[in-house]
Every structure is written in structure tokens, then in C-alpha cells.
């Protein structure tokens, strides 16, 4: 087995350096990342100010990024060393594209065609790590999951259907399935394929298959699907585990002066029903609402792991018997929500979107049943607008305490 060094791989360098270590990581929700970018944008220039760096990135700041779905799409864009606003353009100029309609004899299985999306995502990725120089030839290589030219640690959240199990699949070089000398290394599977395979929401897209040990006598495939469809649709506490827990060999210390989580959301877009009546509780609507409500309980569920395991410095209440969780930066030395120990800082963005918290926003035209849809291109700039308007709201630079240049958090 090649033997693999902070000298000879910079993302192991990355992953060794002293210090504080910063996570950010991505739900999945369809076209209303749009949403995530909006905070986003705001984070990144509240970093490039208190940094002093006008050109700073997200991919240079956080050291794992993660992502679900459209979240790995994020995700895997800003490791790959893209600002928020060039992102955003992705989404802007290839919206349409990315939501082609599939045939109309064919939208019993999905409504969207796969391949505009795969190459989309296969030529921004070739692009972007190749220079502003290089001519894009569909026959180049593909950019593989184990492309040495990306900022830091990333981790991709998909379902394997094959197997029935959420896979978690990163960069990590100490990883055992990333091992050079497995003819199944997942390092030399391209990026762009299992960025599509985290984002193939069944009915929406067709599944990815994905061939492992191409070329070789043990060559097999797997087909994938969303990882929203697993529980990890907010995957933070999957990014928590992977960074600690010895069987990822990754290892970072806990605490909430060396780790920092900041997770963002789509919005919490609960399909409230007042009149709902028991004769309308039938087998078509149970199949047009369990996914999603088992999507928003998981959701949640994670993000309350994390405000009690973690010092949740920002986060709305999540429901009126849990609350916020929120202590102020140091906080717990003092006083404790729970009865362990916090194990790292907690940020939580995540805009609530019934009409009464977008009027409080000053939201008015927004329509809160038009930001429950996950595919309509038509919504992008009220959705990037939605995120910036509630980022303005949200965030402070005393939430990153500790983990920006002192005297300037």
C-alpha cells in the first residue's frame, strides 16, 4: 500500500494542521439551496472583512465541507475553490438546464432528464480546476473525488440503493475505502458522478449508477439515490462523526474552543394543513407527504443532537418544547443545557418560511407556499433574496468567537 504523508498530499496536510478545525455543512432541498447561498454569500463576506481578506473563500476557511443533494452541489463547488457568487451563477445560468422535463410518456418514473445536470456539473468542476486558461474537452478526464487540487476535506451524502444504507462518501485519504491500492479506491471515482448521484431525488431524477473498479476483474456497480432520502438530509452530525470517531482515522479534538460546526439549512417549510380531514389521509397522499415529513423529522432531529451535544451559539427554536437550545460563546464553562459536556460550537442558519415569519422579514410578495417547492427555477431570486434578507437578520460575527482573528469577531 502506497504509503500517504502530509509531504505527498495536501489534503492529509490540511487535515494535520494545528488548531481549531471549522465544519460547514449543507442540507439538501432542491432548487432551494438558492436559500443556503444567500446565507452563504453573507458569511463569506463577513469572513473576507474580519480576516482582512477581500478574496478569502469558504473552501479556504472551513476545513470539511459537506453536503446533501443540492447541498452537495454546494459543497463540492466551494471545495473545488469557488466563491458564493460564482455558485450562485451556476445555479442562475443553469437552473433550466438542471430541470429539464424527461418526456412526458416517461414522468411516471422521474420528471427531470439526468444528463443535462451530469454534464453540467462534469464541465463547472473540469473548469474550475483546471484554470481560467483551459479549453473544456468533453473527452478530458473527469476531475476524480480524489483530486489533490481541492481546498480541504469533503464529504458527499448519498443512498446506496443496492444495499439499503446511507454512504457518506469523502476525500479522506486515511478513509478505508480510499486506499490507492484498492482496485475499488473510491478516490478515482469522478466527482461530478456522485455529486449527481446525492442529488437524484427519486421522481424527480433517475437514479446514478456508479461503476466501482472499472476496467478490473472485480469491477461491480451499485445505483444511487438522493441522500435526502436517507437521514442525513442535514448532514452536520454525519460531519461531526466523521471528523471524530477512530474509524474514519481523521480525529480532530472536541470542544468548543477547537471545533466549530456551522450548518445551514433550505429553510424550514412545514406544509401546514388547519383543515386537513381523516377521509383525505389516502394512499395518494400519504405518498406525496411521508417522504417529506420523514425528511423534516430527521432534519430536526439532527439539529437537536447538535444544539445539545454542541454549544449552540444561533439557531430559531425548534419546537415550543425544545426551544433554541442557544447559549452565548463560552457559556456552557457556566452554565449547560444538558448533562455532559459540549463537544464543539454550533451555529445553525435556517429561515423559517410560513407567511408570517416572511412578513416579519419584510417578505411580503413571498409567497410561503411557493417556497415549499424543492424544482420550480422560476423562484430563484425570491429564494437567494429569502437568504440574504434573513442573513442580514441572523448573523453575527460573535457567533464564529474563537475561530476568527481575535479582536475582530
Sequence with gaps: ???????????????????????????????????????????????????????????????????????????????SGMSVSQVLDFYQVNGRSMFQREKWYLQLHEKYVAEPLAGLLKK????????????YDESHPPVELGDQRLKGLLMLMMRNH???????????????????????????????????????????????????????????????VDGGVTTYNNPAYMAFQMATAEPYHIQW???????????????????????????????????????????????????????????????????SEFGAMVLPPGGSATASNWTGPKQFAYVRYDPLTTQKALDALGLNDVSAAAMQQMDDVDLIPDLYRLGQVYAEHSLHRDHLKGFVPAGLS
Design 1 to 79: 500500500m502506497d504509503t500517504v504523508t502530509s509531504h505527498n498530499n495536501p489534503i492529509l496536510a490540511r487535515m494535520r494542521q494545528p488548531g481549531p478545525k471549522k465544519i460547514l455543512a449543507c442540507d439538501g432541498g432542491g432548487i432551494r439551496g438558492l436559500i443556503s447561498l444567500g446565507i452563504l454569500a453573507k458569511l463569506e463576506a463577513d469572513l473576507r472583512e474580519a480576516h482582512q481578506e477581500p478574496n478569502l473563500l469558504l473552501g479556504d476557511y472551513f476545513d470539511f465541507i459537506c453536503g446533501t443533494s443540492t447541498g452537495g452541489i454546494i459543497a463540492a463547488c466551494l471545495s
Design 253 to 319: 479534538p472536541t470542544g468548543v474552543d477547537q471545533l466549530l460546526i456551522v450548518s445551514v439549512g433550505t429553510g424550514n417549510a412545514p406544509g401546514e394543513r388547519d383543515k386537513l380531514k381523516v377521509r383525505e389521509l389516502n394512499l395518494v397522499d400519504h405518498a406525496k407527504t411521508i417522504p417529506s415529513a420523514l425528511m423534516n423529522a430527521a432534519t430536526a432531529g439532527w439539529d437537536m443532537v447538535c444544539r445539545m451535544i454542541g454549544e449552540c451559539r444561533f439557531g430559531s427554536p425548534i419546537d
Design 162 to 224: 443496492n444495499t439499503d444504507s446511507p454512504w457518506p462518501v469523502s476525500n479522506n485519504p486515511l478513509a478505508k475505502y480510499n486506499q490507492r491500492d484498492r482496485p475499488d479506491c473510491n478516490l478515482h471515482l469522478p466527482l461530478w458522478q456522485l455529486v449527481r448521484a446525492s442529488t437524484a431525488a427519486p421522481t424527480f431524477f433517475p437514479p446514478e449508477v456508479v461503476t466501482f473498479a472499472k476496467g478490473t476483474d472485480h469491477e461491480y456497480q451499485f445505483i444511487f
Design 124 to 135: 463547472a468542476f473540469d473548469c474550475q480546476l483546471n484554470g481560467p486558461d483551459y479549453q
